[in-house]
């Protein structure tokens, strides 16, 4: 059995950094990743948007609360974990992602004047399926 999920998304807010009772940290932070297709009957573009809770833990936890901002371009793995709690009586669910791996895509220079890049200097190409469609969607 797979459980692993890969997500290029911009981070939708500044990530907020805990530190647990066993002395490590956690930091969470939330992903939008948007698809974009044309429409078949009327042609014209629409989006649709998606939002990721995305946690880490320990030094990737450091790490992530430290150079992590709203708006940065980052690539991430991890795996599907559900939770739950009891509040007010009713038990709640929550699905997140618990990254293994961040990886920001933005250059230092981008970064500086505001603008996204493109994938910079030492990270690897990414396949093509892994960047919003253009296309148009077949169903």
Known sequence: ?????????????????????????????????????????????????????IVTFNRLAEICGQYLSKGKLVYVEGRLHTRSWEQDGVTRYV?????????????????????TAQPAGNNPPLPPDTYPMDDDIPF
């Not at 692993?4 to 932070?29: Q, Y």
């Open 1 to 53: 059995m797979i459980n692993k999920v890969f997500l290029i998304g911009n981070v939708g807010r500044d990530p907020e950094t805990r530190n647990l009772e066993s002395g490590g940290s956690v930091t969470s932070f939330s992903l939008a990743t948007t698809m974009a297709w044309n429409d078949k009957k009327s042609g014209e573009k629409k989006e649709l948007t998606e939002w990721h809770r």
């Open 95 to 115: 699905t997140e992602i618990r990254a293994s791996l961040v990886q920001m895509l933005n250059s230092k220079e981008s970064d500086r004047r505001g603008h």
